[in-house]
T-cell receptor
Framework: KNQVEQSPQSLIILEGKNCTLQ??????????LRWYKQDTGRGPVSLTI?????NTKSNGRYTATLDADTKQSSLHITASQLSDSASYIC?????????????FGRGTQLTVWP | SAVISQKPSRDICQRGTSLTIQCQVD?????MFWYRQQPGQSLTLIAT?????????ESGFVIDKFPISRPNLTFSTLTVSNMSPEDSSIYLC????????????FGEGSRLTVL
């Protein structure tokens, strides 16, 4: 069964600290993996998209890694800011040239405290 | 990128009524989708809105309950019919560019509460 599991479910960190969010998937065949940030009351916004051949991709203070062999991904946030408080959603696609079928994780709710 | 406007942003409705959500995109897009996001749950695809033809529904979702229109390449509507409290959720419109690996953009969502 194709699934995307995220951990932890929620996380609280102090402003300025780093954190890492995890995503494990069983989706096969694998096409790409995406991380989205969803602020409360807003729609998800794309942070990164990684294909099979990419094992790391950065977007500012966000760095995503992908290990296609172990089917794991992580999102590392450096020097956290209050504005990083949001839900982070991992999404895996099973096909390439079009969007394919997307499998969504439940998200990790990150809270950054001053 | 694509800018997506959804209306209404939130609404409170009575059981048994229907509500239509509108999705307007600032450019022509090939793919438009409707998702549901229930509290604490992952996003669930309701249907793909096809321009000029009937929408393609996912398992568990039917046209009588969630009729969808897509009259052109920039606009779509989702109606939630005969609502019950179980329909309380966030409904999201999204669009895809169609180019590999395929960027997916989301609207701000419509938060629906059914009493």
């Amino acid at each position: 069964k194709n699934q995307v599991e995220q951990s932890p479910q929620s996380l609280i960190i102090l402003e300025g600290k780093n954190c890492t969010l995890q995503c494990n998937y069983t989706v096969s065949p694998f096409s790409n993996l995406r991380w989205y940030k969803q602020d409360t009351g807003r729609g998800p916004v794309s942070l990164t998209i990684m294909t099979f051949s990419e094992n790391t991709k950065s977007n500012g203070r966000y760095t995503a890694t992908l290990d296609a062999d172990t089917k794991q991904s992580s999102l590392h946030i450096t020097a956290s800011q209050l504005s990083d408080s949001a839900s982070y959603i991992c999404v895996v696609s099973d096909r390439g040239s079009t969007l394919g079928r997307l499998y969504f994780g439940r998200g990790t709710q990150l809270t950054v405290w001053p | 990128s694509a800018v997506i406007s959804q209306k209404p942003s939130r609404d409170i409705c009575q059981r048994g009524t229907s509500l239509t959500i509108q999705c307007q995109v600032d450019s022509q897009v090939t793919m438009m989708f409707w998702y549901r996001q229930q509290p604490g749950q992952s996003l669930t695809l309701i249907a793909t809105a096809n321009q000029g033809s009937e929408a393609t529904y996912e398992s568990g979702f039917v046209i009588d309950k969630f009729p969808i229109s897509r009259p052109n390449l920039t606009f779509s509507t989702l109606t939630v019919s005969n609502m019950s409290p179980e329909d309380s959720s966030i409904y999201l419109c999204s669009v895809g560019t169609g180019q590999a690996p395929g960027e997916l953009f989301f609207g701000e969502g419509s938060r629906l509460t059914v009493l």
